[in-house]
């Protein structure tokens, strides 16, 4: 892999599993929301936040994964512009898993899901 630090990749990995696990609490969120209290007009737009987060998730997810293996394949070295855009990548990312839970959290206090 081109000049990647393993810290770097670690944060990846790491940003990854928090990613998959943010699709799969949104997931369950929807799942029991819809066992509860079904898909009416008062409940679309919570399910439609949920499914945003979960589709936001998988976004960031897949630019990451993405970004990795463009950087695996180059040689000797990542292009300054590829290096910039993981590192704003995973900002975005960060970002986006910690709004994402605080989205969850805010649907199952409002709907007082478990």
């Known amino acids: 892999m081109a000049n990647l630090p393993e810290d770097t990749i670690n944060t990846v990995f ?3 599993r ?3 696990q943010l699709g799969h609490e949104a997931s369950a969120a929807v799942f029991v929301m819809l066992e509860q209290f079904g898909e009416t007009e008062e409940t679309i737009p919570e399910l439609e936040e949920l499914d945003n987060v979960r589709e936001r998730a998988i976004g960031y997810s ?3 994964y993405r970004l990795l293996w463009q950087i ?3 040689q000797p070295v990542a292009t300054a512009a590829t290096m910039n855009l993981l590192a704003r990548s995973i900002a975005e990312a ?3 898993v910690d709004a994402g839970y605080a989205s969850i959290q805010d649907v199952k206090r409002n709907w007082n899901l478990s």
């Open 14 to 16: 790491r940003l990854q």
């Open 18 to 20: 928090r990613l998959l």
């Open 62 to 64: 897949s630019r990451l």
């Open 72 to 74: 695996a394949e180059s």
């Open 94 to 96: 960060e970002a986006g």
